[in-house]
């Protein structure tokens, strides 16, 4: 086993209860290695550390909208984030963790009344099937703090076709002419 290898398995043991939750879901088709496809997560790069804290710690950082959204996969009502009027450069950072997570240059206005963008930047987000509704939904997350930030939809433009659908209270928008902040830690 690489490296990499062990470092991914050890990240999916919190995510171990979600993984429960979709295999019971009995839609999933299981992939070449075995895998159901609802199983998948995206693995973090190696230099991103996981970013693991109570939960009463997470009440104290977040507002209460902010923890609904990222900590119990809330959704907030549509047209109500102030970032669909954001329209200058720069980067969308995990509300949680700070994790950059997507860039203005993928922004687009999908009409839906969410911040959506067309792809998020390389590495950074973990996705799961969703069956709260009667259809399955594509739910995503920050990988770093496993922060539920939306879904992804398959109605997007070119060149991706996709629409990452997400909460604007799940994120934080950084000008491309101010330092990122450093990501949290524990
Ligand atoms: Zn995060």
Not at 29 to 43: K, R
Not at 123 to 129: A, E, N, Q, R
């Amino acid at each position: 086993m690489t490296r990499k290898q062990f470092l991914g398995y050890a990240w999916l043991v919190p995510a171990a209860p979600l993984m429960l939750q979709a295999c019971t879901s009995g839609t999933s088709n299981p992939s070449p290695d075995g895998t159901p496809d609802s199983l998948i997560v995206h693995q973090p790069p190696l230099e991103i550390d996981s970013f693991v804290i109570s939960d009463e710690e997470w009440r104290q950082i977040l507002s209460d909208e902010e923890y609904h959204i990222l900590r119990e996969e809330g959704t907030e009502r549509p047209f109500s984030s102030p970032l669909l009027e954001e329209h200058r450069k720069g980067t969308f950072i995990c509300a949680g963790c700070f994790l950059p997570l997507f860039s203005s240059e993928t922004m687009y206005d999908s009409g839906t009344g969410w911040p959506s963008y067309w792809a998020p930047l390389p590495d950074v987000l973990g996705t799961k099937l969703d069956t709260k509704l009667a259809t399955p939904r594509t739910e995503y997350h920050c990988i770093r703090c496993e922060g539920h930030q939306g879904h992804v939809f398959e109605d997007g433009p070119e060149p991706t076709g996709l629409r990452y659908c997400n909460n604007g209270l799940a994120l934080r928008f950084v000008p491309h002419d101010e330092a990122l902040p450093d990501l949290r830690t524990a």
